[in-house]
């Protein structure tokens, strides 16, 4: 009977700690685009792709999102060659299929169509489960203006935030 309350115990503080291991963020995204929406999507990887994302090797600087036959695709993101697979190798920039509910996957799509957005990976992690996600975002790119206008927002904040710490 003591071990069916330590087990409940543990299952309920795993639950609580919804973890991710984050591999790779695309940092500029933010910067180029106004984030509208996210969506989180699985990846149908390699046995190799996975050792690399494990080691933590990937690139997301010039990878989008593209609808190709009724299915979803992450073209352009560069997960490098594992050294250690010799023959069984994978295509380092070849395009990868993303997993989402058809439902999810109509409305991103319809409303990137229809409002001419584009669809930019923003980080590759691995879940609590340990399966590895994109969190795609549906995005508008700003204009040189937009973005300078932010930063000086932030540069007055950061300001701001100093000025009352040295108080």
Known sequence: ????????????????QKTRRVI???????????????LECGLV??????????DG????????GRMRDGEFWLV???I???PMATIWNHQPKRPRKLLVHARELRRFANKAHEKGLTLVPL???FNERGVAKVLMGLCRGRKLHDKREIKKKADTE????????SH
């Open 1 to 16: 009977m003591a071990k069916g309350k330590s087990k409940k115990k543990k299952a309920a503080t795993s639950a609580d």
């Open 24 to 38: 790779a963020e695309n940092r500029k995204a933010r910067h180029r685009f106004d984030v509208l929406e996210t």
């Open 45 to 54: 990887l390699v046995g190799s792709e996975v050792k690399t994302l494990r």
């Open 57 to 64: 090797k990937v690139s997301l600087n010039e990878a989008y």
């Open 76 to 78: 352009g993101c560069d």
């Open 80 to 82: 490098p060659e594992y």
């Open 123 to 125: 980080q590759i992690y």
């Open 158 to 165: 950061r300001d701001l935030r100093r000025a009352m710490r």
